[in-house]
């Protein structure tokens, strides 16, 4: 072999190796995050007293008396309990627009792909022109890609 042959198979063998070692990995990793929120009235003065949620452990948290509307994501498996309530007061001179949600996302490879499922309500209770009570309760399980 002459010189050329053998710097022309260095060339292609240094490629080859270089181009395999720069190979990208097709593999996806999906993951679900489960996000829960509780935004004040805009109208009135919020006092959330108690917040009570499961972690991705299945430990009850207690925030008491936050300061400003709640939120905290983590991920969460299959078989995870979506346990989430809020409770409190709102004083308001009309029904106030207090918000109270949870919300599960496909994550793959790091990006929100998809929201698999999400409710919100306001489960507040009371008259017109006074303190209306807060008394809010989401309680599901996601299984398999879904929230039942």
């Known amino acids: 072999m002459n010189k050329q ?3 022309l198979l260095l060339v292609v063998f240094s490629l080859a190796v270089f181009g395999a070692s720069c190979k990208k990995d097709d593999k996806e990793t999906i993951t679900y995050e489960l996000t829960f929120k509780a935004n004040k009235a805009t109208n009135g003065t919020t006092t959330f007293d ?3 949620y499961k972690d991705a452990n ?3 948290q207690t925030v008491t008396n936050p300061s400003g509307n709640f939120s905290t994501t983590f991920q969460i ?3 995870t309990a979506i346990e989430f309530s ?3 007061t709102v004083t308001s001179s009309s029904f106030p627009d207090a918000i109270f949600s949870y919300s599960v996302e496909e994550v793959t490879n790091g990006t929100s792909r998809a929201v698999i499922c999400n409710e919100s309500k306001s489960s507040i209770s009371g008259t ?3 303190i209306y009570t807060i008394n809010t309760v989401f309680s599901r399980t996601f299984v398999n890609g879904s929230c039942q």
């Open 86 to 88: 809020v409770m409190g």
């Open 50 to 52: 108690e917040i009570k």
């Open 77 to 79: 498996k299959s078989g």
């Open 5 to 7: 042959t053998l710097l």
């Open 58 to 60: 299945g430990v009850v």
């Open 128 to 130: 017109g022109g006074g």
